[in-house]
């Protein structure tokens, strides 16, 4: 009886510990929002305030690119792979209308405007390079230049043309040329004209959504596929950052790779199993990085899952600074049937956003905290919410804001923040159904609306910069 009981002790004692350590790797913050004031923001001198795009969701005219063709198909089972049947067609006719949308960051008062370029549209084909894309680019930073605003350009944001996925674009390490090629070309047409350069926009979520859970194309299903595959972008990212910097008049521009840093947490905090689910998860899509790009080395593994190793030892010294993504956070339940352990969930009492995440603050201060290990400056490339009725916009960046106001009064380096984005636009496989814009469009007219909620980012940007 006595060793039953010793036993039972060192049980719970084991158990108690492991809590302890778990909260301690990720600490689950939680706020009284109810003590919180978030009516009057402050921000250092010279926080750079922006609102960000990429090139398929809002400049129209995609044809030859990997979402042109996944969108004019089907799953096996015949359902569309954009939610409705819809289709990018013209989006916000960003490519025709953007001294409009210039303008519109001008009233909103922002100083920084982050943008892709369409490979797909400058490189139609492997051989050729259609100089007039090129000088189009041009005309863009001429433009944000005139008009006060930086230009900060992302070099792959989910799309590249169809030829490069027909030879299995990062599938295979040896295609990484062909991107490095890309970069370089874009860097010397816009050297002059810009300062900031992101290399690849959220890898990971890239590598999950298009071949491990299939819905960005090619639609594949492969866990070892994914992180191989998340591996060789981390490579690619590097070997851009190498070859812009050995260009005429590299070594000025600051060269960064974008992390979307989404949290998985436990479903029940006290739940030992729960909490090492969404260790083992966050270690994966997040520690990966972090790793990465603070010892070189890249380690993908979920035991019983995927198990992918790579050594890349000159990660750590190709960051000038690294853009973070941030939007909530989801929660796991432990179950012996994995997929429906890795389903992701809500928490109870948590606003809903019509995404299927909630709103949740406290996060991008987690985020802030866990991705400022690689010691650098960090630009907010992303942060918004889809609010299709703009009931909750202004309270989701009063409180965002707050946070990233309170990460940078405890010490962390955040030297700018983009809301995404500037208009309602083409969200990937969901299509036109999600309202992330601070304007409302109306895609039938083009009319771009300032939303009421949107109002408190243009307050905050206006009441922080002199």
Known sequence: MTKILIALVALVIAYVAALFWFDHVDHIEKWDWETID??????????????AS???????GHTNNNWARWEQTSYPDGRPHIDRGELCGNACE?????????????????????????????????????????????????????????????????????????????????????????????????????????????????????YNDGHFPPGKKDPHLAATVLGNLYKAHVAVYKAIKA????????????????????????????????????????GSFISTFTQGEYV????????????IPEAPNTLDFVGLNYYSHNAMDFSIDLDEALQTRMYPGERPTDMSYTMYPEGIYRAIREISAVNKPIIITENGVADSTDAFRGEFIAKYLYAVQKAIADGYDVRGYHYWSLTDNFEWDLGYSMRFGLYRMDFATQQRTLQEGSKVYQRVVQANTK
């Not at 978030?38 to 609102?51: A, N, R």
């Not at 990429?54 to 129209?60: D, I, L, S």
């Not at 100083?111 to 370029?117: D, G, L, N």
Request: with cysteine.
């Open 38 to 51: 978030t009516k009057y923001l402050s921000f250092p001198d010279g926080f750079v305030w922006g609102v």
């Open 94 to 210: 960003h490519w025709t209308r953007y001294p409009e949308d210039i303008r519109l960051m001008q009233e909103l008062g922002v100083k920084s405007y982050r943008f892709s370029v369409s490979w797909d549209k400058i490189m139609p084909t492997p051989e050729t390079v259609d100089t007039s894309a090129l000088v189009h680019y041009q005309q863009v930073c001429d433009s944000l230049l005139a008009a006060g605003i930086s230009p900060m350009v992302t070099l792959h944001h989910f799309s590249h043309p169809i030829w490069f996925e027909d030879m299995g674009g990062f599938e295979r390490e040896e295609n990484t040329v062909h991107f490095v090629r890309f970069s370089t070309l874009v860097f010397n047409a816009l050297k002059g004209r810009v300062k900031w350069w992101c290399t690849i926009n959220e890898p990971a979520v890239f590598a999950v959504g298009a």
């Open 247 to 286: 260009e005429d008049g590299g070594a000025a521009a600051q060269v960064g790779i974008v992390k979307n840093m989404h949290k998985i947490d436990p479903m029940q905090s006290w739940d030992v199993l729960d909490r090492l689910l969404a260790h083992l998860v966050n270690r994966g899509f997040n």
């Open 54 to 60: 990429a090139a398929h969701q809002v400049e129209g």
């Open 300 to 311: 993908f593994s979920i035991p019983g899952v995927v198990d992918v190793r790579m050594e």
